[in-house]
């Protein structure tokens, strides 16, 4: 048995070849973290993360075509390697200051880590959409920064 999403909500369910402890890292860490988020064609060129519970985060992801795009929050939980809830909000654009709850477990399957990705209220399907894009592309681009990391034995 299954739930329904409602519309103001987005789940995206992705499988990284990577123990949980890594991947929970990359969301945990500046200097990981500005080496993924965004999505493609997007550099994070700013990340500060207070990371611990009441900690805020404020992170800019630039394109040449989008210019500069500055987001933060506060972390709701932190369960090292397991789950992460935080508030998510643009500073500006069509969904300015619209704050969302996003929450993500970790789990290990055979090696790898079930990265689940939930973040609701949205203000339309039109925005919810919007991040389906943009939250896909950035796990894209985990998986590539965890195949350098494999690759140098990190």
């Given amino acids: 048995m299954s739930a329904q999403l409602a ?4 789940l995206i369910r992705r499988t990284f070849d990577a123990p949980p402890e890594l991947i929970f890292s990359l969301w945990a860490e500046e200097e990981h973290f500005r080496k993924w988020m965004g999505p493609e064609g997007f ?6 993360l207070d990371f611990r ?15 500069e795009n500055w987001f933060g929050g506060v972390y709701r939980e932190i369960a090292p390697n397991r789950r992460l809830v935080f508030t998510f909000a643009w500073d500006e654009g069509p969904s300015a200051r619209n704050e969302t709850l996003v929450t993500i477990t970790f789990t290990e399957r055979n090696g790898k880590t079930e990265q689940v990705f939930h973040q609701t209220p949205f203000l339309n399907v039109e925005r ?15 998986e590539a920064y965890v195949a350098e990391l494999s690759r140098k034995g990190t």
């Fill in 7 to 10: 519309d103001d909500e987005l």
């Fill in 43 to 48: 550099d994070c060129l700013r990340a500060e």
């Fill in 128 to 142: 919810r959409d919007s991040h389906l894009g943009g939250w896909t592309s950035a796990f894209e681009c985990i």
């Fill in 53 to 67: 519970v009441g900690g805020s985060y404020r992170a800019m992801i630039y394109s040449e075509e989008h210019g």
